[in-house]
DNA sequence: AAGTGGTCTAGACCACGAG
DNA sequence: TCGTGGTCTAGACCACTTC
């Protein structure tokens, strides 16, 4: 059992801040490290003197910052830190393509984890708007659409959906479930659009219920999307990739030139 | 008044989530657009016939993803999106800096909005140990630490810090608070650090109570965080800038050669 | 069965904003 | 002053996990 401090009533701060800014401290110095339980509520409530929705609005807090994780049940548990992804601007270099590996398994390999991918969906559907926006497609054309999940160590990370229009995806392997050797970039290269560029657009958020589950994440996490539009040389759309990662699962790194 | 239904008692879902889920609709299906104030919590409690402590925890969901904002002594309101700043990867480019303009304000002017600054503290400090790490520094090493909030339209949309060390610093501009035109980065070049690049690194996550307040974000809404470093033309890291930018009001984007 | 967190009730007092 | 949300109390029953 940690050693807790009192509450302060002459503080300016309410009782649930001064609790959760003890426990928030009993984890960034280390004393609770991650997978570590808290103090049960009743233990909290005990302790503190305090009614248990005081205490629980404590707890509350940090699972908003995402610190801790309640199970039901059992108890509420320090996060426990997953792998972090270091996702590098060159990591479509067209050297990794040849060699007839996909973007996610290089990275992997680069970090020593064990990559998997699954829930792939294949199916071709007309374009929604912003898709066919960035595609520059007219309204309604088709696009095969290719859906996915990352995990990394069995652990979810990422979810992503490529669009390519069905004129240069129909008849190859971008339509089948296993893409084959370098993956889709190298099919539409095989198309003869020698790739040229890629934009990428970040954001964050928070994630959609659904989100949530797929990724197996709680409240009070939050996702980056990436959207990255990839070029032929001559600067023809050829792909769209959405994607939502678990924000603290990855850092994303770009190279700059001062021009 | 909007319409609200009812609730199942005989629903799985518990009654907050019910009401959650309503609430959520009326915005979603744009009965109730942002700015709109949500019916009180009296209202509520009335309509629906339940505990206070119930349509506090349906609201608390709302305002955990981040879909309404609370306003003490006013009522819940639907969050109002805030102007969205597109950062380009160009943004530090040379042409800029010899304009004698910052970056920010090449942005802000891009996009019509009005920018300012506040908050602004410079001090000379021993380098934090991953600054110093990104320096090629010394540990202890002493470095200039700029603090400033940015604003658009008069809304805080980010917080930076800047490191520069403090050989390169001494006795220029850096050490003020007017860096002068063109900012920090003309002003080391000036000390004959031509910049040859940056690196980004991205990632999101919660922000911290203190960043909540500084930023006057809610609960529920995440933050990115970008750590730039400059290096120049001999590849010296000459500048580390953390910024920390309320995730809603920025898309960055990249771009990045196929190679 | 015992302990945990999840949900709910029915009150209370306080601090803030607007009229 | 009045209505708003912010915080707190002291209970209650339920669902999940472990033994």
Do not use: W
């Amino acid at each position: 059992m940690v050693d807790l401090g009192v509450i302060d009533r002459t503080d300016d701060r309410p009782p649930y801040r001064q609790i959760a800014t003890q426990l928030r401290r009993l984890i960034s110095t280390g004393k609770l490290t991650p997978g570590a339980k808290l103090p049960s509520e009743s233990e909290l409530i005990e302790h503190y003197g305090v009614a248990r929705m005081t205490v629980r609005q404590a707890l509350q807090e940090l699972r908003g910052e995402g610190l801790v994780v309640a199970e039901h049940g059992k108890g509420v548990f320090v996060r426990s830190a997953p792998p972090v992804r270091r996702l590098a601007s060159n990591r479509f270099a067209r050297a990794h393509r040849k060699e007839g590996k996909a973007a996610f398994l290089v990275e992997a390999e680069a970090t020593g984890r064990k990559a998997t991918v699954d829930q792939i969906s294949v199916t071709t559907e007309p374009a929604p708007a912003d898709i066919a926006d960035r595609l520059h497609l007219a309204e309604g054309a088709r696009v095969v659409m290719r859906s996915r999940r990352y995990l990394a160590d069995g652990v979810p990370v990422e979810i992503a959906t490529s669009y390519v229009p069905e004129s240069i995806a129909a008849g190859t392997a971008i339509t089948s479930t296993d893409t084959g050797p370098g993956g889709i970039y190298a099919r539409i290269e095989e198309q003869g659009h020698e790739l040229g560029r890629f934009t990428e657009e970040v954001t964050a958020r928070m994630p959609t219920p659904e989100e949530r589950k797929v990724l197996q994440i709680g409240a009070g996490v939050p996702v980056m999307t990436l959207v990255r539009t990839a070029f032929d040389v001559d600067d023809l759309p050829v792909e769209v990739c959405d994607t939502v990662k678990v924000s603290h699962a990855y850092v994303l790194e770009y190279d700059v030139p001062a021009r």
